[in-house]
């Protein structure tokens, strides 16, 4: 079975803090994505990377940035947190090729 | 426009009702298509694939239809445990596949 495994399934943190938030996929994917997900506004893609060391904006990269440095791993980092990052982040991961993707459990992450 | 979209309902039925939801994608392009599930407070669950000839997996009917760029999803004998929201997921063409998402349709299942 395919794994990915988020760091935090609840993260509590204050504005402006650097938070990061990690995931690892078991399965040598090549792609890994990261989307936030709010009420009414379904899942959209913040970055996502093809490769080791590589990353591409997604539709709401503002405030965000993102670290591939093996391929397993894909991180997303908040670097000054917002009450407005108030929401739910979901990594998923997909072979290369129009196959589906999946997801980790997610990570609530609430900034107060 | 929205690339991908979805009546967010609910579709409240009862068991062993027929239902259906439509998605519409705006990039002709697209190659591949998904039903995925989501229960409140989860990660989405690829439901299934949608294959051109359509595909059928159970009480699960996925169809294509590529002229008027839809797919629909039937769900035949509605259980309570149906209870979910239904991602249509479009994986957009471009240099890597991008899988994009439909905001969902909230289906209610009651006795």
């Known amino acids: 079975d395919v794994k990915v495994t988020q760091s935090s399934r609840y993260l509590v943190k204050r504005t402006g803090e650097k938070v990061f938030l990690e995931c690892v996929q078991d399965?040598?994917?090549?792609?890994m994505f990261w989307y936030r997900q709010d009420p009414g506004l379904g899942l959209r893609l913040i970055y996502f990377?093809?490769?080791?060391?590589?990353?591409e904006k997604g539709d709401i990269p503002e405030g965000y940035s993102v670290s591939r440095e093996k391929k397993e791993r894909f991180s997303l980092i908040l670097e000054s947190a917002s009450t407005n990052q108030t929401s739910m982040y979901l990594c998923?991961?997909?072979?290369?090729?129009?196959?589906?993707?999946?997801f980790g459990q997610g990570t609530r992450l609430t900034v107060v | 426009r929205k690339e991908v979209e979805q009546d967010p309902g609910p579709f409240n039925v009862p068991e062993g009702a027929t239902v259906a939801f439509n998605c519409t994608y705006s990039n002709s392009a697209s190659q591949s298509f998904f039903w995925y599930r989501q229960d409140c407070r989860k990660e989405p669950k690829l439901l299934m694939s949608v294959y051109s000839s359509g595909n059928e997996d159970g009480r699960f009917t996925a169809q294509l239809n590529r002229a008027s760029q839809y797919i629909s999803l039937l769900i035949r004998d509605s259980k309570l445990s149906d209870s979910a929201t239904y991602l249509c997921v479009v994986n957009m063409p471009g240099g890597s596949y991008i899988p994009t998402f439909g905001r969902g349709t909230s289906l209610i299942v009651h006795p």
């Open positions: 399965m040598d994917h090549e792609n």
């Open positions: 998923a991961s997909s072979p290369r090729g129009q196959v589906e993707a999946f």
């Open positions: 990377s093809y490769d080791v060391k590589m990353k």
